[in-house]
C-alpha cells in the first residue's frame, strides 16, 4: 500500500478502535512473586514479594461483571507477573476463564516450563504462550539474575514450539550487551520453530531505571531497526520478526512491523494487578494511570465510564511533544512511557530514529 494512503487508514483505524473501545485482551497480574531478578522488571518482583496473591474467586468474580455478549471470538484473559507458574492454579484458573468462553494464555520466564506443564496447561485449554529470552547463555543469565536460566529458557522454547495448536512468541529485551548477538538468537529461533519473534527495547522504569548497559544509543536504535528491517525484507525462515507496540518510529514506522504504531492500552487492552487495581498494561504507572479497584468497583463499568485519557491524548501535548508536526500519528507513544509526574514522556523512539542511517 503507498505511504501516502497508510497514514490516514491508520488514524481512521485508530480513532474507529478508540470510539468503540471494544475490550478484547485483559491482563491478569495473578502473582508478584518471581524465582528470578530480572535486570529490567519493571515490577521489581521477588520471589518473597509482600503481596499475596490474589485468590482466583477475587479475579473471576471481576470478570463475571463482562456481560456475555461483549465477550467476543478474540478475548484473552493473559496471566502475568511475577511468574504465573508459581501459582498451583494454574490449571483451575484456566478451565475457569475458558468455561467462561474467553480464551487464555501466559507470560513466563520458561524457568519451571516442562513437558508435564505443558501437558497440564494444554489440556486446561491454554491457548497463548509467550516467553522471554534475553541474549545467548551469558548475557541471558546476566539479565534475569540467575544461573541456568538461559538452559531452562531454550527447553521451554523448544516444546513451546513444536506445540501447533499454540499461538507462540519469543519476546527480547534488546540491550547493550545483547544487541550483536541478535543474529544468532535469530538462527538459534528459527532452528527451533519458533513463527513469531518479537523485539522490545527498554523503558527507564523500575530495575531498569538507572542501568546504563540496559539502554540503546540512538545510533544502536538505529542499527536495531536495520536488523528487523533487513530480516523482514529477506525472509530467510518462517519466522516473523518484527518490533514492538512501544511508539511512533517515524521512517521505520512501516518497516519492522506489521501495521502502524497504535497503543491499544486503555482502547482494546485491560488490567487486573495484584492490589486489585484496573488499569490497562500492567507496565503502565498503576498510580498515575489507574482506573479503579475490583474490591470496590465493577470492573465492566470501569471499563466503559473510564480511561478517559488513554481514549483522548490531547493532555499529552506537553514537553518535548508540544510542537511535535508527528504527533497527530504519535499520540505522545505508549502510555508506559508516562512515568512519574507525567510532565513529559521518558523515551521518544521518533527522536531516536532521527540518528542517520549506520
Known sequence: MDN???????????????????????????????????????????????????????????VDTIPKESIGKRFTVV????????????????????????GWGMVSNGWLYDEEKHRQLMSAGMGTL?????????????????????????????????????????????????????Q??????????????????IIPIGRACHDAELHLSNEEFVELMEFIKHKRDHRESSMNVTYSCEGYLGRYEWEVRQNPHFCHAGINIASVLIDGTISACPNIDREAWGQGNIYRDNLWSVWNEGFKAYRDKSWARRGMCKECKKFRDCQ???????HG??????????????????
Not at 491478569?28 to 503481596?51: F, I, K, Y
Not at 541471558?140 to 529458557?153: C, L
Not at 505522545?332 to 508516562?338: K, L, R
Request: aromatic share 8%; hydrophobic share 30%.
Open 130 to 182: 509467550t516467553i522471554s529470552l534475553d541474549g545467548l547463555e551469558e548475557n541471558h543469565d546476566w539479565m534475569r539474575g540467575r544461573d541456568g536460566s538461559y538452559a531452562k529458557t531454550m527447553k521451554a522454547i523448544e516444546l513451546a514450539a513444536k506445540e501447533q495448536r499454540l499461538n507462540f512468541d519469543v519476546v527480547t529485551c534488546v540491550n547493550k550487551r545483547n544487541l550483536k548477538q541478535l
Open 4 to 62: 501516502i494512503l497508510r497514514k490516514p487508514l491508520g488514524r481512521l483505524f485508530r480513532w474507529n478502535e478508540t470510539k468503540i473501545h471494544e475490550l478484547n485482551y485483559l491482563f491478569w497480574e495473578c502473582t508478584t512473586r518471581c524465582n528470578l531478578h530480572c535486570r529490567h522488571c519493571g515490577s521489581d518482583c521477588t520471589d518473597d514479594r509482600g503481596e499475596k496473591d490474589m485468590p482466583l474467586e477475587d479475579f473471576l468474580k471481576a
Open 79 to 102: 496471566l502475568t507477573g511475577g511468574e504465573p507458574l508459581l501459582r498451583k492454579d494454574l490449571e483451575t484458573a484456566g478451565r475457569e476463564i475458558r468455561r467462561r468462553g474467553m
Open 332 to 338: 505522545g507513544g505508549g502510555m508506559h512511557n508516562w
Open 341 to 358: 509526574d507525567c510532565h513529559e514522556v521518558i523515551n521518544c523512539l521518533y527522536n531516536k530514529t532521527l540518528t542517520q542511517k549506520c
Open 184 to 201: 544468532e538468537l535469530h538462527d538459534r529461533l528459527a532452528s527451533l520453530g519458533v513463527r513469531q519473534w518479537r523485539i522490545f527495547t
